[in-house]
């Protein structure tokens, strides 16, 4: 079945954020920070305002509510920095602009004049950790923290900043309603925690605030935080006009988080079989200048940072240092990236110390149903690791590379055939779905069934966001089953129903998806009890017996149209103790990868040739979408894994653009061999669990590792750099740390 | 100054700046919101549109310079069957997902299968190098790329 807003995408007809326009609109345009850290000593905006077609100029001083926002319980992030307030990364907002045409906007910022006094960034994660400059410190003990073991393989693992880089900026507008209230037509990830942010900052009532879901050009994460949704309604409630707001792609780099870098000392012990003893673990992260969501990315990092094993004797520290750099947040993986690297790099160093194959180690540790994670959780669902690794094990091999474009370095023509090695690796991850540490989780789904023109229709409104990962598919198939309707129309996601959370988390399938299953049922139940014994169910358009053969068209019963609504909560978790123990999660998804890699040792390039994919998926609802988030979720990871980074030198990001911060292409992408395994999970809806992360935990570890295989280099750091690859250099720990023990 | 163009069959105008490109005129001032501006520096290819037959990223030519000049949009993709077919390819293939690059792989897609109706693999990813996803690995949208190729 295609998604239903496919067509209208292919004609260029789907309206995203960046598209949206309104009579007599204006043009929003943000002052940025350029240093990462000072204090503002003077603004003067009267140059700015004095400019052709400038309407509005705002400052700290002209927002109205609270002054600052964010995701996390502590809202530390200003709206606009004001005067006698510190700058804290580069690219901060300190003013906002409003104007006849986007180029006077953007003059207008120019010209607005700030004063900053200047002073020293603090940009090493490690020292700021050391002097108390953190976000959130979790330590996880388990077992006998200090046991000891047999076979000891320690190891310094670091991965680069990626960003999301979806491709649709940031973009939204904001038209006011005439009576001190607006609308907000935005690209975002979850409408009512944007909603809940606006509001207070504008200082109204949040139904006097009304946000509606503007086409969203991918988020995978850099749209949990806000960018221009306060600025714009700032600007808009105070020229009376609609204004528009859409980030180049230089300012998209500073306007929105990115996947925290990571460095990571672990020491792993096992017996001489390779069964696991003990793992000891330090995790540094770098949250950046504000806390976005590095509370929730340091558990999952912490967590999930021994891989998907039976582990009996586990000590983790793992902490967000807060420094002077753009913000680090949610992406896709959300902290199980980072640290699956430095597991998996671990586990090949393991098998290679206990001489068994990578296959082997992970094989003989492998987590089943029924045990316990490092938090001393109990996985209670479908864990099939074992099952993923032997099936992956099986996929065909790719043949060798064929042609020059199929070579590392590709259209360069700089490999020849004979010097190129070929590696393979592999790598396990796992991560939760939905959120975690005790939130209520919910999601709210409303369920319409009337008679049009002699037939059933169903409508469906949610609040929960189509980022592109097709949870609009899965609701109209979710309609279909539950009513026996053909006709199914999604209504605009918007605030006018309650909240559906975040589409973060792979768990808009399970939270949207079993709220509208749960409405739709109600709906069912009312149309069962209109149409009397002996209808038992829908299907065709028709109430159907036991039999299933049909009694009478549905469309009869609704002379009544009739509409349910269902908030639909997911089991609750448990936050975790002191030592990190807990059940903080309600479900996990796991993933194993075989990557084949072709390298160029002398050269130091590399190209990916295959990876091979078996995910846990408990039942897979609409098997076409599920592969395509698997391949979408890998090429993220080829990305990390040989090219990806956010360049950071003194706090100013040096690569703000798609010229120079690199992206797969067509030509990069690999062959991708994809199997699903399909065990329904208990709780979740259908039993279908998330899918859009797992392929991206693993598919960095596992290509590096292939290249380890090929080069014969240590390669601790991702992205790979042809230096690192080619063995000119090699990166270095910035300092030596106990594993296990906070940076001191 | 004033620019005209033959937009998709039809002979448009608008009053412009001189700094404006022809991106920003297709959507700011002529409606055609089909081309995308994720980069608006010639490296995703969302802004694909063919301007007098070849291939460009649009965000890259000044408005000025394309006065006179024949440009075809996404929006006029639908006007000759190789279009069409590259349309309902990605669409039954699952070559969309965002969304928000497909209207610039619409146009290289059929750009290449008008010049090459049965591209080999190889050539197809070179051919759709320019144009970035961000969302699918490309893996359906070379999917479509054969099937529309197999329809034609």
């Given at each position: 079945?295609?998604?239903?807003?496919?067509?209208?995408?292919?004609?260029?007809?789907?309206?995203?954020?960046?598209?949206?326009?309104?009579?007599?609109?204006?043009?929003?345009?943000?002052?940025?920070?350029?240093?990462?850290?000072?204090?503002?000593?003077?603004?003067?905006?009267?140059?700015?305002?004095?400019?052709?077609?400038?309407?509005?100029?705002?400052?700290?001083?002209?927002?109205?509510?609270?002054?600052?926002?964010?995701?996390?319980?502590?809202?530390?992030?200003?709206?606009?920095?004001?005067?006698?307030?510190?700058?804290?990364?580069?690219?901060?907002?300190?003013?906002?602009?409003?104007?006849d045409h986007p180029e006077q906007a953007r003059a207008a910022a120019a010209a607005v004049a700030v004063d900053y006094e200047v002073l020293e960034p603090l940009t090493d994660p490690v020292q700021a950790l050391a002097q108390g400059s953190s976000l959130r410190n979790l330590v996880i003990r388990r077992g006998n923290p200090e046991a000891v073991a047999e076979v000891v393989v320690k190891g310094f693992y670091e991965v680069g900043q990626q960003d999301q880089a979806p491709l649709g900026p940031e973009a939204g507008l904001a038209i006011p309603d005439g009576e001190g209230g607006v609308d907000l037509w935005i690209a975002t990830q979850a409408l009512h925690v944007d909603l809940r942010q606006v509001a207070d900052a504008l200082a109204l009532p949040p139904e006097r605030c009304r946000l509606r879901l503007a086409g969203v050009g991918g988020a995978f994460g850099a749209r949990e935080d806000l960018s221009m949704q306060i600025h714009g309604c700032l600007l808009a409630l105070r020229t009376g006009r609609p204004v528009k707001m859409w980030y180049g792609r230089d300012e998209s780099f500073v306007g929105h988080v990115h996947r925290h870098p990571a460095w990571m000392w672990y020491e792993h012990g096992a017996d001489r079989e390779g069964n696991l003893v003990y793992v000891r673990a330090t995790i540094v992260l770098d949250g950046g200048a504000y806390a976005s969501s590095s509370h929730a990315v340091v558990a999952n990092a912490a967590i999930f940072g021994c891989g998907p094993y039976r582990v009996p004797n586990v000590l983790m520290w793992c902490g967000a240092a807060r420094t002077n750099h753009v913000p680090n947040g949610a992406m896709r993986g959300f902290g199980a990236v980072q640290s699956c690297f430095a597991h998996e790099s671990q586990m090949d160093r393991l098998a290679a110390a206990v001489g068994i194959s990578p296959l082997e180690i992970r094989l003989r540790n492998a987590m089943r149903s029924g045990d316990r994670l490092i938090t001393g959780q109990v996985v209670s669902g479908a864990a099939p690791v074992a099952d993923l690794i032997r099936r992956c094990a099986e996929l065909p091999l790719p043949p060798p590379a064929e042609g020059r474009m199929a070579l590392p370095g590709g259209a360069g023509n700089l490999a020849e055939a004979a010097d190129?090695?070929?590696?393979?690796?592999?790598?396990?991850?796992?991560?939760?779905?939905?959120?975690?540490?005790?939130?209520?989780?919910?999601?709210?789904?409303?369920?319409?069934?009337?008679?049009?023109?002699?037939?059933?229709?169903?409508?469906?409104?949610?609040?929960?966001?189509?980022?592109?990962?097709?949870?609009?598919?899965?609701?109209?198939?979710?309609?279909?089953?539950?009513?026996?309707?053909?006709?199914?129309e999604l209504e605009p996601a918007d605030t006018l129903i309650g909240d559906a959370g975040s589409s973060s988390a792979s768990r808009q399938t399970w939270m949207t998806g079993g709220a509208v299953r749960e409405a739709a049922r109600l709906v069912a139940e009312e149309v069962l009890k209109r149409a009397g014994p002996p209808g038992r169910g829908l299907a065709g358009g028709q109430v159907v017996d036991d039999e299933g053969a049909p009694l009478a068209p549905l469309a009869l019963l609704l002379d009544e149209p009739i509409e349910r609504e269902f908030e639909h909560h997911h089991r609750q978790t448990g936050k975790l103790d002191e030592d990190g123990q807990g059940d903080a999660h309600v479900s996990f998804m796991f993933v194993a990868q075989r990557a084949v890699v072709d390298v160029d040792p002398e050269a130091g390039l590399a190209r990916v040739a295959q990876v091979a994919?078996?995910?846990?998926?408990?039942?897979?609802?609409?098997?076409?979408?599920?592969?395509?988030?698997?391949?979408?979720?890998?090429?993220?990871?080829?990305?990390?894994?040989?090219?990806?980074?956010?360049?950071?030198?003194?706090?100013?990001?040096?690569?703000?653009?798609?010229?120079?911060?690199?992206?797969?292409?067509?030509?990069?992408?690999?062959?991708?061999?994809?199997?699903?395994?399909?065990?329904?999970e208990p709780d979740a809806p259908y039993g279908a669990k998330g899918v859009g992360e797992p392929p991206l935990i693993a598919s960095p570890a596992a290509i590096c590792a292939a290249m380890r295989a090929a080069s014969g280099r240590e390669l601790c750091r991702i992205p790979v750099r042809p230096e690192e690859l080619s063995g000119v250099s090699e990166t270095k720990p910035p300092r030596e740390l106990i594993p296990g023990q906070p940076p001191a | 100054m004033r620019v005209s163009f033959e937009v998709n069959g039809r002979q448009l105008a608008a009053d412009v700046w001189e700094g404006e490109s022809l991106l920003y005129v297709l959507r700011e001032r002529l409606g055609l919101w089909g081309s995308k501006n994720a980069c608006e520096q010639g490296e995703c290819g969302s802004c694909s549109v063919l301007l007098d037959g070849q291939l460009v990223c649009a965000c890259l030519v000044l408005a000025a310079a394309a006065d006179g000049s024949r440009v075809r949009t996404v929006e006029g993709m639908e006007a000759d069957r190789v279009g069409r077919a590259v349309q309902e390819a990605m669409v039954e293939a699952g070559g969309v997902q965002c969304g928000f690059c497909t209207p610039g792989f619409v146009v290289s897609i059929a750009d290449l299968l008008s010049k090459d109706p049965h591209p080999g693999v190889l050539a197809v990813r070179e051919a759709l190098a320019g144009n970035i996803c961000r969302c699918t690995g490309y893996v359906r949208i070379f999917e479509a790329v054969q099937k529309a190729a197999s329809r034609l």
């Open positions: 079945m295609p998604r239903p807003d496919a067509p209208a995408k292919v004609r260029g007809a789907f309206d995203f954020a960046s598209d949206l326009r309104a009579e007599g609109m204006l043009y929003g345009r943000t002052v940025r920070s350029p240093h990462p850290h000072a204090v503002v000593r003077r603004i003067d905006t009267a140059a700015a305002a004095a400019l052709p077609g400038v309407r509005a100029v705002l400052t700290a001083a002209d927002v109205p509510g609270k002054p600052f926002y964010g995701l996390d319980k502590v809202r530390d992030q200003p709206v606009l920095v004001g005067v006698g307030e510190t700058v804290r990364y580069a690219g901060e907002a300190i003013a906002v602009v409003a104007a190129i090695s070929r590696g393979e690796g592999w790598a396990l991850g796992y991560k939760n779905i939905a959120y975690s540490e005790g939130s209520d989780d919910y999601a709210t789904a409303r369920v319409r069934l009337e008679r049009r023109n002699g037939h059933a229709v169903a409508l469906v409104k949610t609040a929960a966001a189509e980022v592109g990962q097709g949870l609009v598919t899965v609701c109209q198939q979710i309609a279909r089953t539950e009513l026996g309707v053909e006709e199914v994919t078996v995910q846990d998926v408990g039942l897979a609802i609409n098997p076409l979408q599920v592969h395509g988030q698997i391949e979408g979720a890998v090429a993220q990871g080829v990305g990390l894994a040989t090219m990806e980074e956010i360049q950071t030198r003194e706090g100013l990001i040096r690569n703000a653009s798609f010229t120079d911060y690199l992206l797969p292409t067509a030509v990069d992408m690999p062959e991708i061999v994809s199997e699903l395994v399909e065990e329904a | -």
